[in-house]
């Protein structure tokens, strides 16, 4: 049996780790609820505007003209946009994103992979790390977003991206994100950013959505307008899905490490108590023996 001294170091050592996960977890809750709020505000819009966006692209595609950003090519060459976390004590958010990136590539891309036609372009330490020390192509990193994750900072990313499909340096460009639904659940998504998608009607469907727009003031001022702006609402609401996924993978893996640290607890304080039984009861032992003898 452990001697006491030990015991007590690891319920030290055990108390001193639950406080920190314990604050952990309420730094972690505190920010999840300002980046729940920005999120949850977001998505009505941007729906909205995928919708209007997959829409426009489908009347563009049948109408004459259309917008550098709605063509589909053959994809020879691909940009995988990989959304992690900074920091780590998350839980399991950094490695699903790596693991699903991973597949994607080698399920869909792999012909491009292995004729370096396939680049990756980073947010968050975590990713930007591991591609960066295996067979990959970085592109860009961008893990300062987080400091300031606004609308203006990330329209830059997102502006650069778009630039680099129009300039036909990129045939088409995913997004590979948690998305957050609630703070113990985060989606794994893989998105096509990039060309437009057209919008999907399933065969049978009752409802079908009216492409048949008025273009006011012309077609081309909302092709060179709406679009572009569109495109980077749609890549500023994954960053904020990601980092309010962030903070709620945070929050529940803090709150289990406090709890695992509670039950470890109480195992060592058992065993505490019956290590200092057990020396209590060898000492009357002794005790006892000693005078047995001085009586002989």
């Known amino acids: 049996m452990a001697n006491l001294k030990e015991v007590r170091t690891r319920i030290a050592s055990v108390k001193s780790t639950q406080q ?9 809750a505190s920010k999840l609820r300002r980046a729940q709020n920005a999120i949850v505000q977001m998505r009505p819009y ?5 919708e209007i966006l ?29 959304i992690s976390s900074n920091r780590g004590l998350c839980g399991a ?21 292995n004729s370096g036609n396939l680049s990756m372009l980073t947010i968050g330490k975590k990713v930007s790390e591991y591609f960066g020390k295996r067979n990959y192509q970085i592109l860009d990193t961008n893990d300062q977003i987080f400091d300031e994750l606004n609308f203006e900072n990330v329209s830059k990313i997102s502006q650069k991206v778009m630039d680099l499909f129009a300039k036909k340096e990129f045939d088409r ?36 959505s009216n492409v048949d727009y008025i273009f006011e003031p012309d077609k081309a001022e ?16 994954a960053l904020l899905d990601s980092y309010a996924a ?25 065993t505490y108590n019956k290590a200092r039984q057990a020396a209590i009861t060898n000492e009357i032992l002794e005790i006892v023996s000693g005078a047995e003898a001085l009586k002989g």
């Open 54 to 82: 997959q829409n426009l692209s489908s009347s563009l595609d049948s109408q004459d003209g259309g917008s550098i950003y709605t063509g589909q090519r053959e994809p020879k060459k691909v940009l995988i946009v990989t």
């Open 173 to 208: 460009v995913e997004i590979i994100f948690n998305q957050f639904k609630n703070a113990a659940t985060q989606i794994l998504v893989c998105e096509q950013f990039l060309p437009v998608e057209k919008l999907k009607v399933e065969e049978g469907a009752l409802h079908v």
């Open 20 to 28: 920190i996960t314990s604050a952990m977890k309420m730094v972690a």
């Open 46 to 50: 941007a729906a909205k505007l995928k």
């Open 93 to 113: 958010f950094n490695a699903n994103v790596i693991k699903l990136a991973e597949k994607t590539i080698h399920n869909k891309y792999q012909e491009q992979y």
């Open 222 to 237: 909302i092709v060179n307008d709406l679009i572009p702006k569109t495109l980077k609402i749609q890549f500023y609401k």
């Open 246 to 270: 962030e903070h709620g993978a945070r929050m529940t893996a803090m709150h289990q490490a406090t709890d695992n640290a509670q039950e470890l607890l109480k195992v060592l304080n058992l």
